[in-house]
C-alpha cells in the first residue's frame, strides 16, 4: 500500500485521530486473518503489527460499531474517491508500476446496481420510495463504478427507487461525475432496463457502450 500510494491517500484522508490506524488495522485484519472468527482485536493482539498501533488502544477494536460510524460519513467517501480518481489520472501514479497494463482513462463503467432490502435499519433514502413493506421490498439500490481500463472501483453509492429507468442511470451518471469527475463511458445492465426510452436517448451518436440482457417479453428477441 504504501508502494502503490494508497497509504499517502489514507493520511490525507483519514486525518481524525486513531481513524488512519484503525483504517489500516481492518484492512490488515481483512487481508491476513485466517478464518472468519478471529476478531480483529484478537487479530492484533497476535500480531507484531500492534507495535505500529499508537493512537488507539488494542481494547477498542473489540467492538467495530465506532470505526463504521465514522467511515459511513458522506464526506469521507467523497474524499477518498475524489483522491483516488486523481491518482489513478495521474501519468506519475505509483501504480503504474504495480498493476499489469495501468493507463487510467478518467471513464468509468456502471455495473448494474444492488437491491437493499426494506428490513434494514436507519436506510434513510427508503423514505423517499418506499410504498409500504407490501409493495416491494426493494427500495434502495447500491451501485457500483468501476475504472473502464483497469477494473478498480472509483465509486459507489446509494440511490431510492425501485423501478430501474433511464432516471436512474442520469442520476448515477451525474452524481458520479459531479463527486470524483469520472464520466460513465459504459455499463453493464440488467433486462429491466432496456425500454424503447432507453434506446432513443442513447443514440449511436453518444459514443456510449453497453453490455446488457434484453427481455424477450418486451419483443427483443436477444
Request: proline share 3%; glycine share 6%; net charge negative.
Amino acid at each position: 500500500m504504501e508502494k502503490t500510494g494508497l497509504l499517502e491517500i489514507f493520511r490525507s484522508v483519514f486525518t481524525k485521530k486513531g481513524l488512519y490506524e484503525w483504517v489500516v488495522v481492518h484492512i490488515l485484519h481483512d487481508v491476513l486473518s485466517v478464518g472468519p472468527h478471529v476478531s480483529c482485536n484478537d487479530f492484533l493482539t497476535f500480531s507484531f503489527a500492534s507495535y505500529l498501533i499508537e493512537d488507539i488502544p488494542l481494547t477498542a477494536l473489540r467492538s467495530d460499531s465506532r470505526y463504521y460510524s465514522m467511515m459511513g460519513k458522506d464526506s469521507l467517501r467523497v474524499a477518498f474517491f475524489s483522491k483516488f480518481a486523481d491518482m489513478m489520472k495521474s501519468e506519475s501514479s505509483k501504480m503504474r508500476s504495480y498493476i499489469e497494463g495501468y493507463e487510467s482513462s478518467g471513464k468509468g463503467c456502471y455495473v448494474d446496481s444492488t437491491p437493499l432490502l426494506n428490513e434494514i435499519r436507519r436506510l434513510i433514502s427508503n423514505a423517499y420510495c418506499s410504498h409500504g413493506k407490501t409493495g416491494s421490498c426493494s427500495q434502495t439500490r447500491l451501485f457500483l463504478v468501476l475504472d473502464e481500463e483497469t477494473d478498480l472501483p472509483v465509486w459507489y453509492g446509494l440511490t431510492p427507487g425501485n423501478v430501474l429507468d433511464l432516471s436512474t442511470i442520469s442520476d448515477i451518471t451525474s452524481d458520479t461525475f459531479i463527486s470524483v469527475g469520472v464520466e460513465i463511458d459504459s455499463m453493464v445492465l440488467d433486462a429491466s432496463y432496456i425500454t424503447r426510452e432507453f434506446l432513443t436517448h442513447y443514440t449511436a451518436d453518444s459514443g456510449k457502450t453497453f453490455i446488457d440482457k434484453s427481455p424477450a417479453r418486451r419483443g427483443f428477441q436477444y
